[in-house]
């Protein structure tokens, strides 16, 4: 279900994009249940399922993991959605909608039909085949226009944090696009002791923003 009003956010002096709200008993069908089959990835933010709409079309479902007290209000996290919506680029996942269902948080984005680069790289050799140097170098020169874009374009900036192959995912192109950009900004600004995995420390989400920042604008998400 699509909603009629566009909530107001500035980004850049642009307006946001529309998003759909799902139901919970929606993803749960399009997900089979959250079968374990269907998981795709998981990280510090929560797991990530595979799932087909009634329209036929596939999705990847985020469920969030934090703890609700870590969560902003609903109203604030649906604003914050919509200004997630409005970052767009051919080098980032775009985010479709979201579910808030009681005390569950969910994210829906497009699904994409080549997994993670990790996946990839460390998969089958019939996999790692089909990367050639020529390929590789298209998908690196694609991620750096996805980063430059979040830290030069986006307003205020976004530092990302957390690059790793595991969330770099592949088009059936091959395209690259940046995943879990912005997450922080679903969670209340007084937290502090989220923790992320960033070069395999794990660091409080203030402790890295004034190690990168340096008094900066750039805004950690």
Aim: net charge positive.
């Amino acid at each position: 279900m699509e909603i009629n009003q566009i909530i107001p956010y500035e980004t850049g002096g642009k307006r946001v994009q529309k998003f759909s709200i799902f139901s919970y008993k929606e993803l749960k069908v399009a997900t089979h249940g959250f079968r374990a089959s269907n998981r795709i990835g998981e990280g510090g933010f929560g797991s990530v399922y595979k799932g087909r709409l009634e329209d036929g079309s596939f999705v990847a479902v985020k469920v969030l993991l934090i703890e609700l007290e870590s969560m902003r209000g609903e109203r604030e996290f649906i604003s914050e959605i919509a200004a997630l919506s409005n970052i767009r680029h051919e080098n980032l996942v775009t985010l479709r909608g979201y579910c808030v269902d009681g005390t569950k948080r969910l994210l829906v984005y497009d699904y994409m039909e080549n997994n993670c680069l990790s996946q990839t790289l460390l998969g089958e050799e019939q996999n790692r085949s089909k990367f050639t140097w020529e390929l590789r170098r298209e998908i690196s020169k694609g991620i750096a226009k996805g980063l430059s874009y979040l830290h030069e374009e986006v307003n205020p900036h976004v530092v990302h944090r957390d690059i790793k192959a595991s969330n770099i995912v592949l088009d059936h192109k091959f395209t690259p696009k940046i995943a879990d950009f912005g997450l922080s900004r679903l969670f209340s600004k007084n937290i502090s002791h989220i923790t992320t995995r960033v070069a395999g420390t794990l660091l409080s989400f203030s402790r890295i923003c004034d190690q990168w920042t340096f008094n900066s604008k750039i805004r950690c998400l």
